[in-house]
């Protein structure tokens, strides 16, 4: 794995309570989709899989927040998270939380941080 950290795209994109970005990861060897949003002015980023049953969350491409823009969603089984943890806070997922990914923003930009579990996909 590089030591470095892997850049996902630009900070710009990502408005409070807005629209996700979608990146491709390979979580334990296996290629996943995941998402950065923006919480409280510091973004988060979770693989792109329901803790209740493993599928997609968003309803829309890129769209995981609810439509208070507080909580993300599940568009199938409608459960609901909390952004900034992952934790499930109601819905059929109760006591589980998404799989964090490592992200963090410098200088305007997002990066996938060196971590064993998580490598970008080779194509983006």
């Known amino acids: 794995m590089a030591a470095n950290p892997r850049l996902i795209g630009d900070g710009a994109h990502l408005q409070e309570g ?6 491709g990861v390979k979580y334990r060897g296996k290629p996943e989709r ?5 919480h409280r002015g510091r973004v988060y980023a979770y693989l792109n899989r329901c803790a209740h049953r493993p599928m997609n969350l968003d ?12 909580y993300l969603i599940c568009a199938t089984h409608g459960a609901l998270y909390a952004p900034d ?3 499930c806070i109601g819905g059929p997922c109760q006591g589980r939380k998404l799989i964090y990914v490592p992200v963090q923003e410098q200088d ?5 941080l060196p ?3 998580f490598l970008m996909a080779d194509s983006q």
């Open 18 to 23: 807005g629209k996700g970005l979608e990146f």
């Open 34 to 38: 995941a998402f950065a949003i923006r």
């Open 59 to 70: 309803w829309r491409p890129g769209e995981f927040f609810d439509i208070s823009g507080l």
């Open 85 to 87: 943890t992952g934790r």
């Open 108 to 112: 305007g930009k997002i990066f996938l």
């Open 115 to 117: 971590n064993p579990d």
